[in-house]
């Protein structure tokens, strides 16, 4: 997949793609059915398959001081695309000029002028330009005079409501990863490099990964079952485990964090790029008396972890 970030200038070779435009943040079941249009149009014209996105965020570009609020960073993003068979994503910098742009301006300077756009395809709620002036029924109606087609997705749904981003936070903020999974079509997952931590773990005799949680929406802090992908290096396959999200109490922790101890592992992982899927929320954070007392609960942990694991069929 071609990643680029800059709509202005492009060769020839870079335009001309059918697209599904969005912010995507989860890619889940109802982003994958505007993506399913775009693919189908792409194929139809014989043209590459794209996605137009927006990096930062325009919810944090307008409110930066707002809790972090992302389930994927523009890298575990670009992952799921990548994935999804996207063969262009044009990650497009959200900034004050692109933020003020009236709707005919963004469809003639960024999709017709810029990109050269053959086909669109939304999600029904979708807002664009100034003041989100514009909606799916001004994108058609522009489109048809700039010479692309337009499709829009209905909204994806099921008994309990609308898919959405803000369901899969709730999910997650419950401790309900299956109910996430649900709306997403997979395993909600937090990727990235693994990172230097304390070495508590290793102490402990059972040494984890550790993974920032920076800027994104924080799941109910807790023991969660696992599954890890190592995405990069030589160790490179999917491991079963058991995964802590919190700040470690019984260590006096305040910043939180992810750790995940793998099963059935030994090498070094730091640097490597790796993504936790989140299976099943096992039991909430506690505070310890004892270091023993900690390993001990650990031990469950992971037992409880593989049961887990096996009984869902997640590695």
């Known amino acids: 997949m071609k990643l680029i970030r800059d709509y202005r200038g492009l060769p020839a070779s870079d335009r001309g793609a059918a697209v599904a435009m969005?912010?995507?943040?989860?890619v889940h079941l109802g982003h994958q059915s505007v993506l399913a249009?775009?693919?189908?149009?792409?194929?139809?014209?014989?043209?590459?398959?794209?996605?137009?996105?927006?990096?930062?965020?325009p919810r944090a570009f307008f409110a930066p001081g707002a809790p972090p609020f992302r389930l994927t960073t523009a890298e575990a993003r670009a992952s799921r695309m990548a994935k999804l068979g996207v063969e262009v994503l044009y990650e497009?910098?959200?900034?004050?000029?692109?933020?003020?742009?009236?709707?005919l301006d963004f469809v003639q300077n960024v999709l017709v002028d810029g990109m050269g756009v053959r086909y669109v395809a939304v999600g029904a709620d979708f807002r664009f330009g100034r003041a989100r002036s514009g909606d799916s029924d001004t994108l058609k109606a522009l489109g048809t005079a700039a010479g692309f087609g337009v499709s829009v997705a209905p909204l994806v749904c099921d008994q309990t409501g609308d898919f959405s981003s803000t369901a899969i936070r709730a999910a997650l903020t419950a401790g309900e990863p299956g109910r996430a999974a649900r709306i997403l079509g997979h395993w909600h997952r937090i990727q990235g490099p693994v990172e230097h931590g304390k070495k508590l773990?290793?102490?402990?005799?059972?040494?984890t990964i550790n993974l920032s949680l920076d800027g994104l929406h924080l799941p109910r802090?807790?023991?969660?079952?696992?599954?890890?992908?190592?995405l990069t290096g030589p160790h490179s396959g999917r491991y079963p485990g058991a995964a802590s999200i919190g700040i470690r109490p019984t260590f006096d922790g305040e910043?939180?964090?992810?750790?995940?101890?793998?099963?059935?592992?030994s090498g070094d992982l730091y640097g490597e790029e790796v993504s936790v899927g989140l299976v099943e929320y096992l039991r909430p954070e506690v505070r310890y008396d004892s270091i023993d007392a900690l390993v001990e609960q650990i031990g469950r942990d992971v037992e409880d972890s593989r049961a887990s694991l096996a009984a869902?069929?997640?590695?």
């Open 22 to 26: 969005g912010n995507f943040d989860g």
């Open 37 to 57: 249009l775009a693919h189908a149009a792409a194929g139809e014209l014989g043209v590459p398959f794209g996605v137009v996105t927006f990096e930062p965020h």
């Open 92 to 103: 497009l910098s959200f900034d004050q000029a692109l933020a003020s742009l009236e709707p």
């Open 201 to 207: 773990g290793r102490q402990l005799g059972f040494p």
């Open 221 to 230: 802090f807790g023991v969660y079952a696992a599954t890890v992908d190592v």
């Open 255 to 265: 910043k939180p964090n992810l750790e995940v101890y793998l099963m059935d592992f």
């Open 312 to 315: 869902q069929g997640a590695v």
